[in-house]
């Protein structure tokens, strides 16, 4: 059954709103080493229930926070959000090294992410 599995929170500066977090809440945020600019942050331990994240500049058409729901397979969840009354509002695309992902919308008009992973992806 898909989960959320990441959230993302857009920010104007987003190395101000990194500084926040981690003295607010001790998250441990780092800049990622990838194509557009990205902070991860790690939110606690591994063996304790919860979710890690990455914060980014706003993306015009989403919200400021957005959860991500792991899939099997992009395409495939997106016939289904399709077919279930939701849209999509940013379609698949490839993340280097992590896997795929679309930003879609849900009957309701909450926006959220899924993503496929896939470590080839180039």
Known sequence: MPRIVHFEIAA??????SKFYSQVFDWKINKWDGPMPYWMATTGDKAQPGIDGGIVNPMEGLPSVINTIDVPSVDEYINKIK?????????????????????CKDTEGN????????????
Do not use: H, W
């Open 12 to 17: 104007k500066d987003p190395e101000r709103a």
């Open 83 to 103: 077919k279930g009354g939701g849209s999509i509002v940013k379609p698949k695309m490839a993340i280097p090294t992590v896997g795929y992902m679309a930003y």
């Open 111 to 122: 926006v959220f992410g899924i993503m496929q992973m896939d470590p080839k992806t180039s």
